[in-house]
């Protein structure tokens, strides 16, 4: 069994410059998550797909950024035009799609962007 | 107000030592409650997961969720070494979207 996977790891920019990240979720679960995390921080949520539908964008999601998950399984979140303070570590979760397992969230290990 | 509240003061105990987490939270829709345990530059673990009041045990983790004072715990017991993370909290309402609303995190160390 592998468990919700993220790349790159690191990813280090110039202001300005695009950035994609990917997720690859647990197999079954059709639930994917993703959210930010700064310094001392707690995650907040940004968006969320159910198999290939994006249902809902927290208001953190500006218009630089976008989201897809084509076919419902890997996801990948967009960033145009980075500025310093898109620097964080970007968390994708996923989640059974019914049930009392939807609840029960499984991060990836995160892709940690620095924006210089 | 924030949605969750947890004192993000770093936590030092000596080994063997019980650690003491807590959360408290405004909005009453919340029905899930989860700790989720984050080494440095790695990403949340879920540690315990938990529906509406109650306790909830796991080897030396206990859960507790009292929804009348919207306040949850944590119980870690026979603290190791290996339990030093940061210590995340999070809860849900149910049906919708199941966004996690996360609190601060509580840094803990725990010392041989």
């Known amino acids: 069994d592998t468990g919700v996977s993220q790349n790159p790891r690191h990813k280090i920019t110039k202001r300005g410059q695009n950035v994609t990240f990917r997720c690859d979720p647990i197999?079954?679960?059709?639930?994917l998550y993703w959210y930010r995390q700064t310094l001392g921080q707690g995650p907040e949520f940004l968006t969320y797909?159910?198999?290939?539908?994006?249902?809902?964008k927290s208001r953190l999601l500006s218009d630089r950024f976008s989201a897809e998950r084509p076919k419902g399984s890997f996801s990948t979140l967009e960033i145009q035009r980075t500025e310093q303070g898109d620097s964080a570590m970007y968390l994708c979760?996923?989640?059974?799609?019914?049930?009392?397992?939807?609840?029960?969230?499984?991060f990836g290990p995160g892709t940690r962007l620095t924006v210089t | 107000q924030k949605e969750v509240e947890q004192d993000p003061g770093p936590l030092s105990v000596p080994e063997g030592a019980i650690v003491s987490l807590n959360c408290t939270y405004s909005?009453?829709?919340?029905?899930?409650f989860m700790w989720y345990r984050q080494y440095s530059r790695k990403g949340p673990e879920l540690l315990m997961y938990?529906?509406?009041?109650g306790n909830k045990e796991d080897g030396r983790f206990t859960a507790q969720v009292d929804k009348s004072s919207k306040y949850i715990s944590l119980f870690i017991r026979d603290s190791q070494p290996s339990d030093s993370a940061t210590y995340l909290c999070?809860?849900?309402?149910?049906?919708?979207?199941?966004?996690?609303?996360f609190g601060k995190g509580n840094q803990v160390v725990v010392i041989p």
């Open positions: 938990t529906y509406s009041s």
């Open positions: 197999s079954e679960h059709n639930r």
């Open positions: 979760a996923s989640s059974l799609g019914s049930g009392g397992g939807s609840y029960e969230q499984y």
């Open positions: 797909f159910q198999n290939e539908a994006q249902l809902e």
């Open positions: 909005n009453s829709a919340f029905q899930y």
């Open positions: 999070a809860m849900t309402e149910p049906h919708g979207n199941n966004r996690l609303a």
